[in-house]
């Protein structure tokens, strides 16, 4: 059976080759070094999240089936608590829609 070889070739100088892959050794091994002390990301707290996210919400008026104003901001929570949806209460908001079960805009 024939198998089927790679030559490689032996360099005059073996101590230099040694040398040279050890600094490519040594400069991956830097490489690797710079990126574990890079500082971590900084993480945003739940706090901060919610008020980012609440100074984004925009301000809605409606009236309930009862006819007492009710103000928030966000349809979200609002939605949630009547059991209505939230494309819904835009719509009525931006007058595309005029009731949505008894609710209307202020």
């Excluded at 230099?16 to 500082?39: G, W």
């Excluded at 009525?92 to 008894?102: F, P, T």
Aim: hydrophobic fraction near 30%; glycine fraction near 6%; aromatic fraction near 8%.
């Amino acid at each position: 059976m024939i198998g089927i070889g790679y030559f490689i070739p032996v360099p005059n100088d073996v101590e230099k080759a040694n040398r040279e892959v050890c600094e490519m050794i040594d400069a991956a091994k830097d490489v690797l070094r710079k990126e574990s002390e890079r500082p971590a990301r900084r993480t945003v707290s739940d706090e901060t999240k919610r008020r980012q996210s609440a100074s984004k919400k925009k301000f809605f008026r409606f009236l309930n089936p009862a006819g007492e104003l009710v103000e928030t901001y966000g349809l979200k929570e609002l939605s949630e608590q009547f059991g209505l949806t939230c494309s819904e209460l835009s719509r009525l908001h931006s007058g595309k829609i005029h009731r949505h079960h008894g609710w209307k805009k202020a």
